[in-house]
C-alpha cells in the first residue's frame, strides 16, 4: 500500500499517540465527492482548536489525492478486486477505522454527506466521554457518523475486537 501513504499513516499514528492520543478525522471520498469531503475539513478547521483533530481523506482512487487542495489525502488499491467504488469505499472505511483505531487513535469517521453546524468533540467529550463506540441509526454497515474513542482497557478490547470483527466482514 505504500503509494497511496495509508499504511505508513497507521503506522506514524501509531508512533505518536505513544506519546498523545492521536485525534483522527476520517473521509472517506471518491474524487466525485471531494467537494464535501473538503467541507468538512473546512468546517472542522472552524470549529475545532488549531492541532486537536487531525484530518484525513481517504480513497480508493489515486486521482482523488491528486487533486488540488487534497492534501492530506492518503489512496489505498487493497480492496480494488471489487467492481464497485462504493463497495471498495465501505471496504476501506471499515478497515482502515479499526487500523487506526487498533493503532491508538480515537477515530471519528464521516461520510461524505455529513455536515457540521458546531463542533462535534465537546459533545463526545462531555455528554458521551465514558462511551467508547458511537454510530448514527441509520444501521451499523452503512453509518454516516462512527466515534472510536479509547476511554479504558476493556472497553478498548471489546471495541478493537468488534471493529476488526466488522473490517474482516
Do not use: K, M
Request: hydrophobic share 45%; net charge neutral; charged share 20%.
Amino acid at each position: 500500500d505504500a503509494p497511496g501513504r495509508a499504511e505508513s499513516l497507521v503506522q506514524e499514528c501509531s508512533a505518536w499517540s505513544a506519546g498523545r492520543r492521536c485525534e483522527l478525522a476520517l473521509t472517506l471520498s471518491t474524487v466525485d465527492g471531494l467537494d464535501t469531503a473538503l467541507l468538512h475539513r473546512r468546517q472542522l478547521a472552524a470549529f475545532v482548536p488549531a492541532g486537536r483533530l487531525h484530518h484525513l481523506i481517504l480513497t480508493p482512487e489515486e486521482e482523488t489525492c491528486e487533486q488540488p487542495g487534497s492534501a492530506p489525502c492518503a489512496f489505498s488499491a487493497r480492496f480494488n478486486f471489487f467492481q464497485s467504488t462504493w463497495h471498495r469505499v465501505i471496504r476501506l472505511r471499515t478497515y482502515y477505522l479499526a487500523r487506526f483505531f487498533a493503532a491508538g487513535a480515537n477515530v471519528l469517521q464521516l461520510d461524505a454527506d455529513v455536515i457540521f453546524f458546531n463542533n462535534p468533540l465537546p459533545f463526545f467529550d462531555s455528554r458521551y466521554a465514558g462511551y467508547g463506540l458511537l454510530t448514527q441509526r441509520d444501521g451499523f454497515s452503512n453509518s454516516g457518523i462512527v466515534a472510536a474513542r479509547h476511554c479504558g482497557v476493556a472497553s478498548d478490547l471489546a471495541i478493537g475486537w468488534l471493529l476488526a470483527e466488522w473490517s474482516n466482514r
